[in-house]
């Protein structure tokens, strides 16, 4: 229920003051900050919510019991990157309940995210309905240290686009601190190399097609499962049980549970399709893209083609994209109808542009109600729902069965 009322109420924004165009700045200021507010404390003050916040609360609790003396401690637990450890020190240092945690990775990851959000699209409340359907659970409840990895990119993407290296650097290495696929972040500077031209990105598209053809075919799907592993070790940095989502994704049960049949073929095509229509928009001029912003989208639709042959690693590092690729997509599914149709249609011109959101939503709509295989059938969903707060800290008895669950009120509220 809480997290409909939180969607209900962006979405009234997003009608007053996007699809409506109500000029009052000072209201819509009002409405930002109080959801920006709303969204700290509902990832905040959240009790035992999400699949990954279980093992983050024991971790949290064992630093706090264990007395750090040198530089070497920071390896104390494999696969944490030594940013991540120097915050928990930190706030286990200042307190040994984990909501200070929380509240300080939702107060800074929301902020630089959102702020972000209001600086690179002319539609904010459409952008942050975007945010919250798509990305805003994972973010908040799962990939915390990755989130943490994300907003130091952001906050150093002013700096990729104004071509300052040395400060982009700088955001890069902070971001490595906290999660390894960061890496890629060091890349895309070369995205400025990469002239966009639409007829030759249409070729590109027309070529990345048939080549997903070959790889959604048993053929390509064993030469992937084989690649990979081989090289779980590696795949190890950037996420955790690698080798048992390669052999998920491509064992035996991969027609059922996988990505390779007629389903995720149209989830593919479906997902891909605003990413192609924003790409087609940035060409003609209908939205307004930095330099590098077309070929980072591009970059991004190749990583969602990658992401849905192997649903593994390249998740990952999209993710570095998505808020950037969700300004792009919240000016064009409003700009493209005003352009193409007018604003004297109104109600063509909103159809279309319900209609943009609705295949942009499919896939992570969708996914929410996708059985999880690994935890006997257990809808994705259930990560996240029911809600709990501090202020009501119960656990939830299935969730809890197949994600885990921490209940040590003292070292955790």
């Keep these: 229920m809480i997290y409909i009322v939180t969607l209900i109420a962006i979405t009234c924004c997003a009608f007053v003051f996007d699809f409506g165009n109500v000029k009052n700045p000072r209201l819509k200021n009002v409405c930002y900050t109080l959801l920006l507010i709303w969204l700290i404390a509902l990832s905040g003050f959240a009790y035992n919510v999400g699949a990954d916040i279980p093992g983050y609360m024991r971790q949290y609790a064992e630093i706090g019991r264990h007395h750090f003396k040198s530089w070497e401690d920071l390896s104390y ?50 952008g942050l309905f975007l945010y919250f359907v798509c990305y805003y659970l994972n973010f908040n409840f799962n990939s915390i240290r990755q989130t943490i990895a994300i907003s130091f990119f952001l906050l150093g993407y002013e700096h990729l686009v104004n071509k300052k290296w040395v400060k982009y650097y700088i955001y890069c290495l902070c971001a490595f601190m906290f999660h390894a696929s960061a890496i890629i972040c060091f890349i895309f500077p070369l995205f400025y190399l990469i002239k966009f031209k639409l007829k030759w ?24 499962s084989n690649l990979l592993l081989n090289n779980t070790e590696l795949m190890g940095m950037f996420v955790d049980n690698a080798e048992q989502l390669t052999e998920l994704y491509f064992g035996e049960d991969a027609n059922e549970y996988g990505v390779l049949n007629i389903f995720g073929i149209i989830s593919m095509f479906m997902h891909t399709t605003p990413i192609v229509l924003v790409l087609i928009g940035a060409g003609k001029k209908t939205i ?16 969602h083609l990658l992401d849905f042959i192997v649903p593994v690693i390249f998740m990952r590092f999209l993710m570095y994209l998505d808020i950037v690729y969700i300004c792009a997509l919240s000016d064009f599914v409003i700009d493209f109808p005003e352009k193409y149709i007018g604003r004297k249609t109104y109600l063509l011109r909103n159809m279309v542009t319900v209609f943009l959101l609705f295949i942009a939503l499919y896939r992570p709509v969708t996914t929410f109600f996708r059985v999880n295989p690994l935890r006997d059938e257990l809808p994705f969903y259930r990560q ?20 885990g669950s921490y209940n040590d009120k003292d070292t955790y509220y």
């Design 201 to 224: 990105f249409l070729v590109f598209i027309f070529s990345l097609l048939l080549v997903s053809v070959f790889a959604i075919t048993r053929g390509g799907a064993d030469i992937l």
């Design 384 to 403: 996240f729902y029911p809600y709990h707060s501090v202020f009501n800290p119960k656990i939830d008895p299935q969730r809890a069965e197949y994600y």
């Design 288 to 303: 307004t893209l930095p330099e590098i912003g077309a070929p980072l989208i591009l970059f991004f639709m190749i990583l």
């Design 77 to 126: 637990f494999d696969n944490r990157q030594p940013g991540w450890m120097l915050l928990n020190i930190l706030c286990s240092s200042i307190s040994r309940r984990f909501v200070l945690l929380q509240l300080v990775i939702a107060t800074f990851c929301n902020c630089v995210i959102l702020n972000f959000i209001k600086k690179h699209t002319k539609y904010i409340f459409v």
